[in-house]
């Protein structure tokens, strides 16, 4: 079965400072993806980023990028510049094979720091 | 997203009823599923379905019953509510292509006392 680990419950970060959340999967798949969803305090489940495992090239998008390491099985998000706004709770999250599941990392609550 | 509906946004009942919790998707994606979200563990896979009639467990059913007899439509029972089903429920879509993406919906907020 395929897993999501976020080792790191929480974290903080000094406002346009930047941060790095960890992320590692489990998989005997070879063709998946990967996505990085924001959780808000209003609870909304919002896409931040996505990356399909045969790309090799790390996806961006504006402050955020990943660092995709696929023999590693490894996928950390980066976010620069860090917003206020970017508080939240991030989860990791696996999606392979025929069925489409989604499997979630535990989660990593972010803190930013004015 | 305003193609995926839950309801209700919050719910609270007595142990031992049952309870529906709604989903309804204005997509038209194959795939839907059920997530509990509890802390310390993420959000958990209840059951999904691939299409209208095809449905299969995921992570932690037991306690939940699904149907699917229109494809927009999958709701979601609690057969008899314990206090142990107090979390918070998402209902997701997707198109089926694994990059295409999921739609989330708003959730429901349960709690049992």
């Known amino acids: 079965a395929q897993t999501v680990t976020q080792s790191q419950p929480e974290m903080s970060v000094q406002e346009a400072e930047t941060v790095t959340l960890s992320c590692t999967y489990d998989t005997s798949e070879s063709d998946y993806y990967l996505f990085w969803y924001k959780q808000p305090p209003s609870r909304q489940m919002i896409l931040v980023i996505r990356?399909?495992?045969?790309?090799?090239q790390n996806a961006t998008e504006n402050r955020f990028s990943v660092n995709f390491q696929k023999a590693a099985k490894s996928f950390s998000l980066k976010i620069s510049d860090s917003q206020l706004g970017d508080a939240a709770m991030y989860f990791c999250a696996y999606s392979g094979g025929s069925n489409y599941k989604l499997t979630f990392g535990k989660g990593t609550l972010l803190t930013v720091n004015p | 997203d305003a193609g995926i509906t839950q309801s209700p946004r919050y719910k609270i009942t007595e142990t031992g009823r049952q309870v529906t919790l709604m989903c309804h998707q204005t997509w038209s994606h194959s795939y839907m599923f059920w997530y509990r979200q509890d802390l310390g563990h993420g959000l958990r896979l209840i059951y999904y379905s691939a299409a209208a009639d095809i449905t299969d467990k995921g992570e932690v059913p037991d306690g939940y019953v699904v149907s699917r007899s229109k494809t927009e439509n999958f709701p979601l029972t609690l057969e008899s509510a314990t206090r142990s089903q107090t979390s918070v429920y998402f209902c997701?879509?997707?198109?089926?292509?694994?990059?295409?993406?999921?739609?989330f919906g708003s959730g429901t907020r349960l709690t049992v006392v």
């Open positions: 997701a879509s997707s198109v089926g292509t694994g990059m295409g993406g999921y739609t």
């Open positions: 990356q399909e495992a045969y790309k090799q």
